[in-house]
């Protein structure tokens, strides 16, 4: 359901995928399918010890095998360094081992079943030695060091990857941990005076597990290497070409420009998509001078990718009798596995963006495990920060004996508000009408307390970048745009609309073009910010040839261009529609000589603000009390879109990701044993949702316009996904009255809660 | 020699082909260098007779080899009609053939050599039918008429490869010929009183041979076929991307868009190249719906492309006693072999464009033969228009006993005169200039009368067309520049200069992405308007750029923009060059949020008007008496090229150009045999230069500014082949006292004529 805007013809529309067709022909091009002239397959062995010394590596028996081209451990190979981001964590490991699944060497063949087959002939000494599994273990003072001499330096967080980094104060002196390679202390506000103003004060500890992205396609990466010089081309599974360009560039020790990244079909990115492997198969590529694919099994994907991470929330707040929230205090302990990534400043950010308090602060660490480094997963630590926000809003809201809605109403953030960060937040928020409208919705309205109906109110802050366009129209009236941003969210199918809207053609008659590094620069595909940034920029390129079509068709009908009208991708005169020149005649008139010339044009965009989006969700569960089996029955969201650029679109994206994130409440964990050995390795383990055990899906889009995002749009990818695991322990708590305090809820731990 | 200009740094001064490593070490990237998944191989069957009917064709026993795909005839082909222009001539034949070389079917297999192997096995019966070769048996009365029905309409005009389409009066009464496609009659001025006036009158036939433009690289492309859609992508050996697509488009009945053609590096063009067979490989790729190269080999390349046709040229002028040129009357005949073409409005322009006349009268006749049909070769119809015009100037300066090179001073066109169609020459011509430097070069001066030296005047009109470019600057100060032009000549090797000088950076930081038709617009590579319309696109794009680069170090450096100065790649402000900022470094900063975003920027260009270009030529020869042997022995050429970008690659077309033109003089026929057979059909019987028959070259570059070519630039490709063709025969008759009036002059024909 969609509240569109009369005043465009396409816009606000629903439309399907422009590629749709490609993609269901099994024709959209994704890495495997490109096949380049002597090109080689690779594959990575994987270290079986979560943390072990490499005694002796024997590639000799491999390497006789017929076909195998090279067996290469880190010596052979030209990185610049071990490890420099945990983006790069495929890159060999070198004498020591540091989770199960840590790439030791890679073999080189012509096929990938000689590749695949030689690994077994790779013989490796190592030296087990005690792994530290657990993030409550590694962070005890006895605890064996991870990198007892310091990571190389490590300069991510994980806000990079979506927009500006956030930091607060580094320096704590009144508690140290073990393992924690970057801790962030952020507050506002008098928190004592805030504490003694508290009536009723809930303290809870929150507990997530690890989960993986759960893309369709595995990690996958060509790297072509130059022949002439000591560049390469890789065609890249990759949500942001930019990112991989910049990371194989400082790997190689190459100039940026030396590194060409094609994007490709991404079969599902969800933020783990900005280049592990991309490293590691330019370094294979340009030491065996040939093109090289690496592309990992499932069961390696899930082994030694970049999952999200684990988290404890110690979390304790504050309310007057009157409802008022007061005080938020909290700490956040993120597993980090390997290598060091912080979702610190974001989490700070996240707990506060949707409620008013007095005073905050919130200290976050960022701990080393011997697990796989971890990365980002779609609105990174939105979801956790919703289930420990939203758990204590419940107990509170309870122990105050007021209704959960009203409660949330009377303290949701407006204008002018703050972040956990304490920073401002941007304007004209849109919590209120999404909370009203979940008030108004049919569940609510029909349920009462009890009936196992759960909400939760969960933020993204959005982001935005730069971004370039070019817009043209072809001789037969074609019009194409030039993005540098990649599609993995239906963003190509609203571009269409933004210049079919503006240039006066059929949706059907544009085409977006997604060029490589060499082409137009746009964002990474994260932070919900590529429509947000990229769509102004279309649309800046698009108004541009527009005008020089007017301009044409008004030398062509001598009339002024203010006059000229184009619809269906012809023009004529207002108000004298018998006359038509369709726009693909005024592009070879421009053209002629001593005339303006090719009709195109360069489009930029720069939002100077984010339009912060929210979404309330509401779950309907039902619970079997003999097993503790969970049933998901109704699954709403509510969410503040600004404006639906393509409606179809955005619900898309709200039911993929509100499925998603139910799914973190009720199914999906990636299970270590405590040697470190994952134990849920496989779709056969790994509890993705199924079709059979998925709710009915509803979508509300709130259409409450953001002030600077084009057409009013906000960055929608991300909210959906960040409310539905808190409302599932919402939903158990009205329905049994225990709060579950670890996600996902696992039946016999339900079961176990209710018969304690 | 280039008298260059010192107020550049770069423009102006010589560097070496920028993609010539690149081609000295393999890598560019030809046709055949493209593997494609599944791809097919196909070859032509080519007709062994100049006429005949097609009464059977048997494919069954070529189908039946292992690897063969299809045989394919026209019958099975989706193309729209079997001819349109002479372009898509390669389309199969349908019951008759027109010439030897004439492709009747297509063989496709899963390898070359199996097509090549299979062609033997298709048996097609034909009838053999009269076959009329010569032109001048062509256009009599009685002979078989080639095309009794009429041609499918044909509209190409030859000049509309260069610019824009001259015609002249198609109607004339007073004589008709026989297998005449196109006739067209020009003239200005009051003949009978010109004619009056004249002291002097010569008349003469001249006589030019077919020749080929002897590339190195045959005809090839690949077709791959969309596999969703009707539309498909080429790769192409071509100089004319969008003009490829035109044809395709057409025959395959596909909006234009449908069609992409990705435009290769290019072995050879010479005007050969607009897409001969990509029509035909279009069509075998959406028949057997697979990815389909046809290459051709050098002896399919000769029989079934488009040289460039043989004319006879019948010329009288008349001259005052004071060496006043009075009136020229002109009948050309054009042998277009099979398929119409059209030379006439050229000859028409260049006949009349190198020296003032009173009255003119020139018609042209295009006539069919049954010989392949003929085409563009560089400065198509100015060696034929020279060799006639220069030969008359010999005769009447011999008559009138005048110095050669003051005869032609005096009756230089200058501003405001007319081509020979009657239509004003550009502005600001630079033919009084390129002869003054002739009189003052070395080879003249010491050099009398008897000695062998030959002069040559030849005109090359330009011609220009709307073009457009993108510059973009990346974050490590790397330049780019997309274009829409074919280099087959060296521009990008000058359009780095142009970027380079205008941003302040090495050219060595500049690359020249030559886009495919989905991208930039850019002319076709001919006419010598690539670099004269490109360079002002490209010009326009870095300036925008360079404003934008400094607009954001005047925000860093807190100054003004008109006081920041880019050197180097480094920007700073005038007067403080210790403090420095990278123009990749501006960039990052110039893509910050609520920055003024990428720093890139599209570029167009129309000029409104050519920069004509003259060459003189000087040429010495010495002739064994005996044999009839000739050599060259030096090769001058001056050449009015406006100013030259890069002289190294104006040097290179200029010796490039000369070389081909002495050639036609010497050596270079296509010689066919009473049926049509073509006797010189590989380069063992085809006579192209080598180096030890190419004479020492000498170039002066005259650099007479253009009033509208950017930088005073003119087109420089085509005219130094259009005068040394002619300054052959002057150099014989200065030598023997014999004229010679047909080229190329071979030594039995010369040694017979000194010896009548």
Not at 292 to 321: I, N, Y
Not at 488 to 507: C, H, Y
Not at 621 to 642: C, F, N, P, R, Y
Not at 661 to 670: F, R
Request: aromatic share 6%; with cysteine; proline share 6%.
């Amino acid at each position: 359901m969609s509240q569109t805007n009369g005043e465009y013809k396409y816009l606000g529309k629903p439309r399907p995928l422009v590629e749709g067709r490609q993609k269901v022909m099994g024709r959209a091009q994704y890495v495997s399918d490109i096949q380049l002239p002597r090109m080689l397959y690779a594959r990575p062995l994987l270290s079986p010890y979560a943390h072990a010394k490499i005694t002796e590596i024997d590639k000799s028996e491999a390497e006789t095998i017929e076909g195998v081209v090279a067996v290469l451990t880190a010596e052979d190979l030209p990185t610049h360094d071990r490890v420099i981001t945990s983006r790069t964590s495929s890159i060999l490991a070198k004498g020591e081992t540091l989770w199960v699944g840590q790439p030791v060497a890679v073999v080189v063949a012509e096929s990938d079943a000689i590749a695949t087959d030689a690994l077994e002939m790779v013989f490796i000494d190592y030296d087990p030695l005690p792994a530290v599994v657990d993030m409550d273990e590694a962070i005890k003072p006895d605890s064996p060091q991870i990198w007892p001499h310091g990571l190389p330096k490590e300069e991510m967080d994980m806000a990079s990857l979506h927009g500006e980094v956030v930091k607060g104060d580094e320096e704590d002196e009144k508690e140290k941990f073990n393992n924690v390679h970057a801790e962030n202390h952020f507050s506002y506000g008098d928190l004592d005076a805030a504490w003694a103003a508290a009536d009723v004060v809930i303290e809870r500890s929150y507990r997530t597990n690890m989960v993986h992205q759960g893309y369709m396609e595995p990690h996958a990466a060509i790297a072509d290497p130059d022949p002439l010089g000591d560049g390469l081309t890789l065609y890249s599974s990759t949500q942001g070409q930019h990112q991989v360009r910049s990371d194989v560039a400082r790997q190689m020790r190459l100039p940026e420009h030396k590194v060409i990244v094609k994007p490709m079909t991404v079969g599902g990115g969800f933020g783990a998509k900005y280049g592990i492997y991309d490293p590691l198969a330019a370094a294979v590529a340009l030491t065996v001078g040939q093109p090289v694919r690496l592309q990992l099994s499932r069961s390696e994907d899930f082994l030694s990718t970049m999952p999200a991470p684990a988290m404890r929330v110690q979390l304790k707040t504050g309310v007057t009798k009157e409802g008022k929230l007061t005080a938020m205090q909290a700490r956040v302990f993120t597993d980090n596995g390997a290598f060091s990534f912080n979702h610190g400043g974001l989490m700070a950010t996240l707990m506060g963006s949707t409620y008013k308090w007095d005073a905050v602060q919130i200290s976050t660490y960022e701990i080393y495990t011997h697990k796989p480094p971890v990365g980002a997963y779609r609105a990174p630590g939105a979801p956790q920060a919703a289930f420990a926000v939203e758990g204590n809003m419940d107990a509170m809201g309870r122990e105050l004996g007021v209704d959960r809605l009203d409660f949330r109403l009377k303290n949701a953030v407006t204008d002018g508000d703050k972040t956990g960060t304490g920073r401002p937040m941007p304007n004209n928020l849109g919590l209120r009408q999404c909370l009203e409208a979940a008030k108004a919705h049919p569940l609510w309205q029909n349920s009462k307390n009890g009936d196992g109906v759960g909400l939760a109110v969960g933020a993204w802050p959005t982001f935005m970048e730069a971004a370039e366009a070019i817009c043209r129209v072809d001789t037969d009236g074609r019009v194409r745009v030039n993005v540098g941003s990649v599609d993995i969210s239906g963003v190509n199918s609203s571009f269409v609309l933004v210049a079919a809207e503006i240039l006066g053609v059929s949706p059907d008659d544009v085409d977006i073009i997604q060029d490589d590094t060499t082409g137009a620069y746009g964002p990474g595909s994260g932070g919900s910010k590529v429509a947000y940034s990229v769509s102004g920029a279309v649309r800046d390129a698009a108004n541009q040839v527009k005008q020089q079509l007017l301009e044409a068709a008004a030398e062509e009908f001598e009339a002024a261009a203010d006059d000229v009208v184009i619809e269906e991708g012809e023009a004529f005169v207002r108000g004298v529609p018998d006359r038509k020149v369709g726009i693909g005649q005024l592009v070879r008139k421009a053209r002629r000589t001593a005339g303006p010339g090719p009709v195109a044009a360069e489009g930029k965009a720069s939002p100077p603000e984010a339009g912060a989006a929210f979404a309330v969700q509401l779950v309907k569960l039902s619970i079997d009390e003999v097993t503790g089996m969970i049933k998901a029955d109704q699954l709403v969201t509510i969410q503040d879109v600004g404006f639906a650029l393509n409606p179809m679109m955005v619900e898309g994206q709200i039911m993929g990701g509100a499925i998603q994130s139910l799914s973190m409440g009720l199914y999906e964990a990636m299970v270590y044993d405590e040697d470190g050995q994952l134990l849920s390795g496989s779709f056969m383990d790994y509890a993705l949702p199924r079709i059979d055990n998925s709710p009915t899906l509803d979508t509300i889009m709130i259409e409450n316009h953001s002030p600077h995002g084009p057409f009013g749009m906000r960055g929608i990818g991300e909210p959906p996904i960040s409310a539905a695991a808190a409302a599932v322990t919402s939903a158990i708590l009205d329905l049994t009255g225990v709060q579950m305090q670890e996600i996902p809820v696992r039946p016999e731990a339900l079961w176990q809660a209710i018969n304690q």
